[in-house]
Nanobody, 116 residues
């Protein structure tokens, strides 16, 4: 059984920072890609940032220069450092893990709320 658990969400003021963490545990092997997605009320879920096991990174245009994704392969953990937060960053943030065999696993989500 695989568990994907996010943490670090909460309330921040505009211009502030938050750091999200996501840890995968259980019977999960050979993780390839780890990514953060988000879903705001009334909107579709969208990719925020992703990182592969060989370090290739991509970001949504809306977060470039403000968010930084990183991972600790030994701990099966991915992080999202969010700086210069804006009210439009308010959403539920989900962690997605994709294995080499293309199975994917999602976390339960963590709420990020940015006040103006």
């Amino acid at each position: 059984q695989v568990q994907v658990v996010e943490s670090g969400g909460g309330l921040a003021q505009a211009g502030g920072s938050l750091r999200l963490s996501c840890a995968a545990s259980g019977s999960i092997f050979n993780i390839n890609r780890m990514a953060w997605h988000r879903q705001a009320p009334g909107k579709q879920r969208e990719l925020v940032a992703g990182i592969t096991n060989d370090g290739r990174i991509n970001y949504a245009d809306s977060v470039k220069g403000r968010f930084t994704i990183s991972r600790d392969n030994a701990r099966n953990t991915v992080y999202l450092q969010m700086n210069s937060l804006k009210p439009e960053d308010t959403a539920v943030y989900y962690c997605k893990i994709v294995t080499m065999t293309l199975y994917d696993y999602w976390g339960q989500g963590t709420q990020v709320t940015v006040s103006s």
